[in-house]
């Protein structure tokens, strides 16, 4: 009895599984899942653009202009010690260098009281620090302003789910959780660029401090061979 009343079970079990059609979800492209994440997804899509503009274009312009000349600081000081300014100063021209800049206001300002020659050095290391500086200010907007986009438009996206609840009296689990799933892509997609734009910032503001010490030990080699000079 035991044995028949299993074999009925199994009986209904296997009747229900054939007799319910499997449902078959297709699977979501990337891009159609970002366009059901509403109107918000446009300026957050656009920063992300620019952060990564900017992250490229900061990258490429620190890269070339803290390239280090091994042979500029040595090449300086042979000259100065043979009284050839001209030759020094000619030399630093043809390296189109933030290094070469500091050095050259150095070589401009050879002949005048030690504390006025570090003084330039250290205003021509300063400009030259602002300038690999400038825009990246962007990036820090960007890491702020994306996931706050993002959950404005999630929680704009749960108002509406939940006035269509309270005008259709549908509050069923299908209902809200088809809208909710969308909404909440804002808030992925927000908090993603955010997180670029975080990186970005952080690893170029790495990367321009490595330089400075390199800039501030150059203009220091600079001060010795002048006192070596004299």
Known sequence: MVLSFILQIQDTAVSTLTSTPVETHEKLRIFELLAKGGPVMIPIAILLVITIYVWIYKFIMINAQSKIDNRLIPQIKDQLVLGNL??????????????ARVVDTGL?????????????????????ILEMEKHMGVLRIVAGIAPMLGFIGTIAGVILIFYDI???????ITAISAGLYQKMITSGFGLLTGIIAYGAFNLLTMKIERFALRLQRAAFDFIRIINTKE
């Open 86 to 99: 001209k030759s020094a100063k000619s030399y630093v021209a043809n390296v189109n260098t933030s290094i």
């Open 108 to 128: 401009d300002m050879v002949g005048s009281p030690m504390n006025e020659v570090e003084s330039g050095l250290e205003t021509a290391s300063n400009i030259e």
């Open 166 to 172: 309270s005008t259709s009296n549908d509050v069923s």
